[in-house]
């Protein structure tokens, strides 16, 4: 398709039903969501047209980043153009009929059943993993086994049509996921206006001290390091390249100085998006 003839669409990476789904529902009301079976084609539906925009997890308050992000988006080509914070609501649902007295075993997401340990072992169920929560929620519609539950979104419920016999059983109440929003163009806000996050990655050279270094401006300028991320690349212990959040952005005199300050300590400095701060990373 091409680029000019992209649809009002937003990929994210799963089946229908997923959190990342509800995410784009969340966020872009007005869009239609486009499931993708990897992050790859996610980001590829952007590149080539398909979509106007995706939505890619990168990190859980609970599990940590999300494995092969860093490595993905870098190499993409696409921009940062916004954030979104997603609360993940764990619900226990089963095919209708079904009731907690008759459910044997809970599938989902090997995290997902981490994350509703106890309830899972309050109940007396068995986990069994599958490799998404809204995957596992289709087969317990499928098979409509009275004895199987699937611990997935209360979208999963809606679209395959399962009863929630539970609601929120997680165990924490503080599992939320931030997404980025990718585009192919880069759309930077306005200077001053709001509160604005600039999200880049660099390698330093491999001298002594250049991360140290490297990093110096960003506290004389006063700059808020929000995220530091290290990552090995191509199989090296010596290639290490970083992925950073700070507060501000580079069209600022005093960001301009710490990025410029990187870069002399650094092979590559590379921005990959400026976008403006979700007001909930500011909640306590």
Do not use: W
């Amino acid at each position: 398709m091409p680029r000019s003839a992209a649809k009002r669409q937003i990929a994210f990476q799963g089946v229908p039903g997923a959190y990342s789904q509800l995410s784009c529902r969340a966020a872009y009301p007005g869009y239609e969501p486009l499931p993708c079976e990897t992050f790859e084609h996610a980001f590829a539906a952007v590149e080539e047209g398909q979509a106007e925009l995706a939505m890619i997890p990168i990190e859980n308050t609970i599990a940590g980043r999300v494995a092969d992000i860093h490595h993905i988006l870098p190499q993409s080509g696409l921009f940062i153009v916004a954030e979104h914070f997603q609360r993940v609501d764990h619900q226990l649902l089963a095919a209708k009929g079904a009731t907690l007295a008759t459910l044997k075993t809970a599938h989902s997401h090997i995290q997902a059943l981490g994350q509703c340990r106890r309830s899972i072992q309050r109940l007396g169920l068995k986990p069994r993993p599958h490799a998404d929560t809204a995957g596992a929620a289709a087969e317990v519609a499928e098979r409509r086994d009275p004895t199987m539950a699937a611990i997935a979104s209360s979208l999963a419920a809606e679209i395959y049509g399962l009863e929630i016999l539970e609601r929120s059983i997680a165990d924490a109440d503080h599992n939320v996921t931030r997404f980025v929003v990718m585009s192919r163009q880069s759309i930077e806000p306005p200077v001053g206006k709001e509160p604005v996050i600039t999200s880049f990655v660099f390698q330093v050279r491999n001298v002594p001290a250049a991360l140290y270094k490297g990093l110096g401006g960003f506290a004389t300028n006063g700059i808020n390091m929000t995220k530091l991320e290290s990552y090995q690349l191509g199989g090296s212990f010596n290639a290490t390249q970083f992925y950073a959040d700070i507060e501000g952005h580079p069209k600022e005199e005093r960001v301009r100085l710490a990025l410029e300050e990187l870069s002399f300590f650094s092979n590559e400095v590379r921005v990959l998006g400026v976008y403006p701060a979700q007001p909930f990373r500011y909640q306590d």
